[in-house]
């Protein structure tokens, strides 16, 4: 179709791996622009035969528009190509047996422009069958597609020249079925000078070698994206290496843009899940090799002697394909160093013997593969062609003693070259399905249940102590009143008033009651009510064993059915209800700050007993049944702390955070297959979640597992730099609204760097619901001897190094080039993702992760040197192991880094006041109350400065620090302190005023009802 008018006649010419299958009719071409050809031709695709399914699978049916001049006088006919298309025959592997195509129609440069129309899309409408399927749907299935992209080698050898007669090649083996080895070639890479860089997207190419239309070489709807460096599966993923290789991508390379497909089926498959697990590492050779090695005519000494001397700069790159052992990894990207090629070195990493390029030379099928033509050279050589290459043959063979030479020499230097111009190449490698399946969502969410069983509710009792005990109440009164008519029909309404005539009454109406038979009806109407209360309120239902037991029961029992009798009988002749206990007025705030200060008086039975509290209140409250679990957590009852955490589980399957802690109490109950279930749920819950991203990597490091661990760091990177770029543009749109200017890029504006000094909170955009209440919550659920820090990093030269020999770490967050750029790098993020997690993890006491990821954090930080925010974190849990001395150097450094910051000081004060220092105590916690701004968790510097005032007698102040303190945060110790410093300070109705506050919030405080006792003597002494 869209062949122009002056185009009269056309034919087509169908090839299929470097064969002829046949020509078609000459077809006038319609006025229309269009030809009918009707041609069909076939080939055989066989196992063993050329067209093998590997062949099928990468390399496509190729078209080519031939123009056909008819004869003219004395002029013979001429044919001169137009234009090739060509089919991609992957579908007949995919359970297709037809396949109908529109394939584009590409110009040959060679051919007038006029030929094709430039508005119309010019194609061939081409229809391939197959008689049966090539591939059952089971065989589809349990198979794989390999797909294998080598883009370019950066950086390569000055020597490397851009002659003709070179030919850069590189190669890989992929395992296949049995024994086989399925060598991959990739040939013809172009050597560029420099310039300007590759641009992206741009097409990948078939592996098809110089065609007469270089536009059909690109495969449809395939391209390079590219993409950032710190993201790749490589190496140069460091912020030191971006500025080489940005200069590397616009200097001297060699570009292939070339993919490589095979099918794998079922064993191949598995042959390469074990190959990859046994060896990480799998060798893509490099070399460049002379074209006349492979040309046609007589051998010379060189040809047969030495083989292998004609290959030249015969370098290594080692992938690490464990990658594509991670559960749902099915693609690799990345850039690998080229080294020489030694055989011992090879053999150490790979495990593989024998060289492709020097020993399994045959396999290959250079000649075959048309090694022998220059990138530049035409797909059919003519005559003169012939003639210079039989040429050739002569001139290499008389100056054969020159080129022994200069290989010998080459071979020599040749190899070393790699290293000091510091080669990589540029490669991916993709499946069409994971080796490792990922678990869905709804399997995670199964094996949760699985491991947490969701509580049925409990099912409401019909008889309960209080029902029982009301009924008790029903019955008394009831009888009161029956006895009370039964006294008004004897007597009348009219009361007596004395003594003497009562007892008369009374007597005569116990008389009355008992002769009728009315006492004892009323006594069995009392009966049954006693029972349920003996059942119910006292749970007895078995026989006592001795008298005693039976006679103290019984006269516990007596009072308690005279006390509610009393009760009851007051309730009716009263005519209102008795007042109950007035309820507790502390709130679920007021209850947790109660428990934290329990814990820091190390009162740990009080603490427990609020926490629970606060669950008996709300037992559906999920904060509640994780607070109570990171305090189990803290001391050591890791079991109560995963109930705790399931519970909350149980109540919301969706809560991201209870989930985090359900792993962090399986991995202290090295309960690990349990974690990893936990935090891979998490992470497919909320994939925008860094904290579960990054909590996942630290548990995978535990495990050894640092291929995967260096994945989810990976992508808690990508979420944390995409979250910083948001907000940064936010706060430049803003900027500029506010000053009516434009906005600019934050990609065009490298000097805009927020502020994350670590006594400001950074401007954290948490993308996630969950992340955002724990970083809210974070600074006030510290533990609660330390003041509530906040980590949040600042900006430093945060430096990515190796943390383990087998883990290549890639979590640098720094990346200023120093050479000039047009489009420079974003800035990176005032924070690390470790940092970024460590509020969560101190807020539930998770020391040991807490730990861990200080270790990468520091590791980040070894040139620009650790942040204020990094030492009050490792402070913070030397204070909660007593670890005082390493604690003591922790905040040292801190105070050397930010001497202004109110959360160092505050800690440095706890730290004197847990070693009894109180006057450096004193000192510290001075210094925090006087700066402008409040320490984060000024709660407890108040208290304890307050107790130090307390104890050195100076009552006013302690008064005033206390009255801050009740401002702040008011607690029952708050007031207890307000009421202990007026007392001392016989300042009696404020005191008794201070201490009913404090008994208002909390009435079981021994030491309040003390100085109420203490009051109450002075004012009945005056």
């Not at 020249?161 to 070639?185: F, H």
């Not at 026989?543 to 007596?558: C, D, P, R």
């Not at 962090?664 to 279930?677: D, G, P, S, W």
């Not at 659920?781 to 290549?808: C, D, T, W, Y």
Request: aromatic share 8%.
């Amino acid at each position: 179709k869209a062949l122009k008018s002056n185009v009269l006649f056309t034919l087509v010419r169908v090839e299929y791996n470097g064969a002829v299958l046949g020509d078609s009719p000459k077809t006038r071409v319609l006025p229309d622009g269009s030809a009918e050809y009707d041609f069909s031709t076939s080939f055989e695709c066989s196992p063993d035969g050329p067209n093998s399914l590997d062949v099928l699978v990468q390399k496509p049916l190729l078209l080519t528009v031939l123009n056909v001049v008819p004869k003219e006088k004395k002029k013979p006919e001429k044919i001169t190509p137009l234009g090739q298309a060509v089919v991609d025959l992957l579908p007949l592997l995919q359970g297709v047996r037809s396949l109908k195509v529109f394939a584009p129609l590409y110009a040959v440069p060679a051919s007038p422009s006029e030929m094709l129309h430039p508005e119309a899309t010019s194609g061939l409408e081409v229809m391939v069958s197959t008689k049966e399927l090539l591939l059952s749907a089971t065989q589809f299935s349990s198979g794989n597609l390999l797909s294998i992209t080598l883009e370019a080698a950066y950086s390569v050898p000055e020597a490397f020249t851009t002659d003709a007669q070179q030919n850069y090649m590189a190669c890989l083996q992929i395992p296949a079925a049995g024994e086989k080895e399925l060598p991959l070639l990739f040939k013809n890479g172009i050597l560029k000078a420099g310039g300007d860089k590759e641009p992206l997207p741009r097409p990948k190419i078939w592996p098809l070698g110089p065609i007469l239309a270089p536009g059909a070489l690109n495969i449809p709807d395939s391209f390079i994206v590219g993409g950032r460096y710190e993201d790749e599966d490589g190496e140069l993923t460091k912020s030191e290496d971006r500025e080489f290789r940005m200069q590397a991508e616009s200097t001297k390379r060699i570009v292939w843009d070339m993919e490589r497909r095979c099918f794998l089926d079922a064993a191949a498959v598995a042959v390469l899940q074990k190959r990859i697990a046994e060896c990480r590492y799998w060798p893509v050779e490099l070399c460049r090799m002379s074209m006349a090695s492979a040309g046609k005519g007589k051998t010379n000494k060189i040809d047969k002697g030495d083989e292998d001397k004609q290959i030249a700069f015969h370098g290594v790159a080692y992938v690490n394909m464990a990658h594509l052992l991670c559960p749902g990894v099915k693609q690799i990207r990345g850039a690998f160093r080229v080294f020489n090629y030694e055989d011992s070195e090879v053999f150490e990493k790979t495990k593989i013997q024998h060289s492709i390029f020097r020993d399994l030379r045959s396999q290959l099928s250079l000649v075959k593969e048309g090694l022998g033509n220059s990138p530049v050279s035409k797909a059919a050589p003519n005559k003169t062609q012939k003639e210079e290459k039989d040429c050739s043959v002569t001139v290499r063979s008389r100056e054969g003693h020159v080129a022994v030479g200069a290989l010998f020499l080459e071979q020599c230097l040749s190899p070393q070259q790699y290293s000091e111009a510091g080669t990589f190449l540029v490669m991916e490698i993709k499946l069409d399905r994971p080796l490792v399946p990922k678990r869905l969502r709804e399997e995670l969410i199964r094996r949760v249940k699985e491991l947490i069983p969701p509580r049925p509710a409990l099912q409401p009792r019909t008889e309960g102590a209080r029902k029982v005990v009301e009924d008790y109440h029903k019955r008394v009164t009831s009888v009161a009143v029956d006895i009370l008519r039964e006294y008004h029909e004897l007597f009348g309404k009219q009361q007596a008033t004395d003594h003497e005539t009562l007892e008369e009454q009374k007597r005569q109406l116990n008389y009355e009651l008992n002769t009728s038979g009315k006492y004892f009806a009323f006594k069995e109407q009392l009966k049954y009510s006693v029972v349920k209360i003996v059942r119910e309120k006292y749970l007895k239902t078995t026989a006592f064993e001795t008298k005693e037991q039976l006679q103290a029961f019984l006269s516990e029992l007596y009072v308690y059915l005279v006390d509610h009798m009393h009760i009851a009988l007051n309730k009716l002749l009263s005519g209102e209800d008795v007042s109950p206990a007035p309820p507790s007025c502390a709130t679920m705030e007021q209850l947790w700050l109660f428990a934290r200060e329990a814990e820091a008086n190390k009162d740990l039975k009080l603490a427990s007993l609020f926490y629970k509290q606060r669950i008996a209140r709300d037992q559906r409250s999920i904060q509640s049944w994780m607070d109570y679990g990171a305090f189990c957590l803290l001391y050591e009852d890791a079991t109560k702390a995963q109930e705790c955490f399931q519970q909350a589980v149980c109540l919301d399957p969706q809560n991201i955070q209870s989930l985090l802690l359900c792993g962090i109490a399986a991995v202290k109950l090295q309960h690990y297959e349990e974690a990893e279930i936990f935090f891979e749920d998490a992470c497919c819950l909320e994939p925008s979640s860094i904290i579960a991203w990054t909590l996942s990597g630290l548990f995978y490091e535990t495990q050894n597992n640092y291929i995967q661990a260096e994945r989810n760091f990976r992508e808690a990177k990508k979420l944390l730099r995409a979250q910083f770029e948001e907000e940064e543009q936010g706060r430049i749109l803003e900027a500029a609204e506010g000053e009516g200017k434009k906005p600019s890029s934050p990609s065009t504006d490298p000097e805009k760097i927020p502020d994350g000094s670590a006594d400001k909170p950074p401007v954290e955009g948490v993308t996630s619901k969950e992340e955002a209440t724990a970083l809210q919550e974070a600074p006030e659920a510290m533990a609660p001897i330390i003041p509530r820090l906040v980590v949040s990093p600042e900006p430093g030269n945060l430096q990515a190094k190796q943390v383990h020999p087998g883990f290549q770490s890639s979590t640098s967050q720094d990346g200023q080039p120093a050479a000039p750029r047009p489009a420079p790098e974003p800035q990176p993020p005032p924070c690390t993702i470790f940092m970024k997690t460590v509020p969560f993890l101190m807020k539930f006491n998770a020391i040991r992760f807490v730990h861990k990821a200080l270790a990468h954090e520091l590791l980040l930080s070894l040139q620009g040197g650790p942040t204020c925010a990094y030492y009050l974190a490792l402070a913070w849990t030397y204070m909660l192991q007593e670890d005082f001395p390493r604690c003591e150097e922790c905040l040292c450094e801190a105070i050397q880094i930010d001497p202004v910051n109110p959360n160092v000081w505050a800690q440095k004060g706890h730290l004197c006041y847990l070693q009894k220092d109180f006057v450096n105590a004193k000192d510290c916690y001075e210094r925090v109350i006087s700066f402008v701004e409040d320490a984060v968790d000024l709660h407890f510097v108040y208290l304890r400065l307050g107790s130090i005032y307390l104890e050195e007698k100076e009552y006013g102040r302690a008064k005033q620090i206390y009255l801050l303190a009740c401002d702040n945060s008011a607690s029952c110790l708050t007031w207890l302190g307000v009421g202990i410093a007026c007392y001392r300070l016989e300042e009696m109705l404020e005191a008794e005023d201070a201490l009913s506050e404090a008994n208002a919030l909390n009435n079981t405080n021994a030491e309040v009802w003390g100085y109420l006792a203490l009051i109450c003597l002075q004012a009945s002494a005056q």
